[in-house]
Structure formats: structure tokens, C-alpha cells
């Protein structure tokens, strides 16, 4: 199993991808999981996360087969 | 309580009505309906905009559409809530959403569909990337608090 | 700005799309249209109501209600504002008062309507009298703050 | 010339009439008008008074051809 990582608007467009896979490790965090994509890429001030389509904050556990999204500020409506 | 994503574009009067006349339980208990409707202007901090395009996140979108209007019906005494959020490309005039609250009293209808609209503003996963009239593509940073004199 | 006392069932949404046709030079610069539908109940105090006579004060009415719209667009930044109120016999599920506001933010829309809005339901001269289910009249004596949890 | 003074809504239906007319003279405040026109009424505690469709208080001095109206708290919306 493994842990999906998602980018959205600009954020993925900096990064030059909207998701990738990573190997599930016990004791990940949200913040490791950047670390480990980006291959340690500073994280952005505004940066927004999600866990399985829930916010999350930075230092959440994750979990195999989660889904962990990363996007800046919204901007809809 | 219902909430929609459109890749087209939409009549906010005729989704309201279709809606409302789908509520025949509701009819004649609600005595307050109030609606916002964000429509897309072709200007944007100053600069001319001749369309834009709004990303979102398929599944999380819904899911915290749902939570809003979830909360709003705990904190406010309504009977019904609908919102019509449009994603793709967009042109001026166009509808960017509808939110729309139906309840017996004109407080709990006025707090709630602001307070959905705000949190909507705030929290929704939507993201616009707008097409100047010269040409040029540029990501919105982030959302203000709605008032002309506050604007950046 | 316009102000309407309107003798005959109304549709709101129609009138809102025909007002909002006769304003082009506002197409594309309105962001936010912030709008309040009253709408007659079947009940009111715990009590069924069949119908319900709305009297008012010819001339007085609309100037309060065009007063109230100019206070409302010098306090906020809005590019129009449209009131319709309804008189005379009303039955259940009828419109009686429509409040629309156009702004280019959204801030702006939606405290001017509410002030609108607020400040009609205390000041404009209008009085409510009801036909209960039992054929009992009665005039409603005073307008709440619109919330349910703080009726009377 | 006179002053033509207006009752409405549970107000009218309370003195059994809408309207009346009253001789003018120099002087009458609104409160005067409402004393003169029902022989002395307590004025009620809630009453909304205007002059030519604007809303003025009791105390507000009225002149020739004005129109004074009396009316209970507004329900409309």
C-alpha cells in the first residue's frame, strides 16, 4: 500500500505535477509526506492540507492508503 | 440541503425556482428566502479580465460544501439550504455561485446564508486563474473580505 | 434605484431578471447580487392564517422606502438596489417584499440589503392585518427582530 | 387653509375614522393636533407620527396645509 499525495492550482504548477505516490511508513506526518515528495522543498507560509478530503494540520498522522492533499489560499466563490 | 457543481453554465434564478418548487413541504412555512449570487465581472484589481477558469478538488469540494451547509443548519434555525458552485472556464457575466437559504424568519435566513457564503469564501477548495484582457494568466492569491474600501 | 408597491401577485424572480435586463451598463461590474425574499406564511404566532391585508400610506410609503435605499447607497458601495413591496389582500405563498442589491463586492451587497431590509420592517409605513384560520381578524402589533428562538 | 390629519391602521379603526380636517393656527405642535382632534384622547404610548410623509416627533410645530398623520408601529416585510 501506499500513501497518494495531491497538488492543486499553483501549487502544482510550482511543482510541475498535481500527484505522486509514496511509500507508506508508520509514523508519517502531513509535513513528512511534503518533505518526502518534494525531496525537502521549503513549505509554502499558506500552504493548505488535507487528509482523506478533511482538513488537516501539519503534524497529523497518516495513515496507509491515505490520500494527502496540499494547495495554497482559496479562492472561490 | 443540496449541493451542486456545474461545468456549464447556469440560470441561478431557474436553479432557485426548480429547487424551491421541488420543497412543496416547505411551501408556505417559509416566510424569508435569502440568496447571494457572485457573478463574474471583467475587472479584477484593476486590470480588465476576459475569462478564468476555476479549479477545484472533486470529492473534497462536495464534502466541505456539505459540511457548511451541515453547520449552518445547527447554528441557525433554517429549513432548507442550496448551493450551486461553478467550476471551468468562465466568462464575465456569468453565474460563480449560488447560495440560497430558505427559513420562517428573516435572521436565521440572513446569518445563515452569509455565514455560508463566508465560509464558502474561506474554506471551499476552489481555486480561479484569471485571463487578463491582454492575455496574460494569473493565479488569484487569495480571497478578500468583500468590502470595496478594504481591497488590496 | 427603484421602489415598487405592487397591488397584484408578484413573481420576484421575474422582477428581479427584468430589473436586472434594464441595467446594462452594471453587466460584468456586479460581483455580488445580495437578495431577501418575504414570503406569507400559513402561520404566525402558533396560529393559521388564510389570508392577510397589507395597508399602507400612498405616498409616504414609497418616499420612506426610496430614503431608505439612498441611506443604504451612501453607507455602502452598491451599484443599485431595487425594492418591490406588495398591498392589499395576500394569500399563503405569496411574495410580499423583495430586496435586491448589486455591488461589485460582496461586503457591500449583503449589509446594504439587510439594512434595507431592517430598516423597512421598522420604519416603512405599512400594517399587517391577518384572517386566522377561524375567520378571526386581527392586526399584527409589532414586527420581531426575525429570529425564531426570540419571537414573542 | 387647515391641516388635514390621517389615521391609520388599527389607529383609524380605533377613532372610526381615517381622516379629519382641523382649522389651523399659529403654534400647534403635532401633539396639540392629536389632542385637538380626538377632544383629549390619551395619546397611545406607541403611536408614529409624521408631517407631509416624513416622520416627526410629537414636539414638531406644524403650518398651514400640512398634513399630520398618526399610525401604530409598522408591520410590513
Known amino acids: ?77 | 440541503m443540496k449541493v451542486e457543481i456545474c461545468p456549464e453554465a447556469f440560470n441561478p434564478w431557474q436553479a432557485i425556482q426548480d429547487y424551491q418548487a421541488a420543497l412543496p413541504s416547505a411551501a408556505a412555512k417559509f416566510g424569508a428566502t435569502s440568496i447571494f449570487i457572485g457573478t463574474m465581472r471583467d475587472y479584477n484589481d484593476g486590470v480588465g479580465v476576459q475569462s478564468m477558469t476555476l479549479d477545484y478538488y472533486p470529492g473534497m469540494t462536495e464534502k466541505q460544501l456539505g459540511k457548511i451547509l451541515g453547520d449552518a443548519g445547527r447554528q441557525w434555525e433554517i429549513i432548507d439550504a442550496y448551493v450551486v458552485h461553478r467550476v471551468g472556464e468562465i466568462r464575465p457575466d456569468e453565474a460563480i455561485v449560488l447560495v440560497a437559504v430558505w427559513s420562517a424568519h428573516r435572521g436565521d435566513a440572513f446569518d445563515a446564508c452569509r455565514f455560508i457564503m463566508e465560509t464558502l469564501k474561506s474554506t471551499a477548495p476552489f481555486w480561479k486563474k484569471e485571463v487578463s484582457d491582454t492575455g496574460q494568466t494569473r493565479w488569484v492569491e487569495k480571497n478578500t473580505d468583500g468590502y470595496k474600501n478594504v481591497q488590496p
Chains 1, 4 share one sequence.
Open chain 1, 1 to 77: 500500500m501506499s500513501i497518494k499525495v495531491r497538488y492543486f492550482a499553483s501549487l502544482g504548477e510550482h511543482l510541475g505535477r498535481s500527484e505522486n505516490d509514496l511509500e507508506f511508513a508508520q509514523g508519517m506526518s502531513v509535513k513528512d509526506i511534503w518533505v518526502l515528495s518534494t525531496s525537502g522543498a521549503p513549505i509554502p507560509d499558506n500552504v493548505l492540507t488535507a487528509v482523506n478530503m478533511e482538513y488537516a494540520d501539519l503534524e497529523a498522522q497518516v495513515q496507509d492508503g491515505d490520500e494527502v492533499a496540499f494547495f495554497p489560499p482559496v479562492t472561490g466563490g
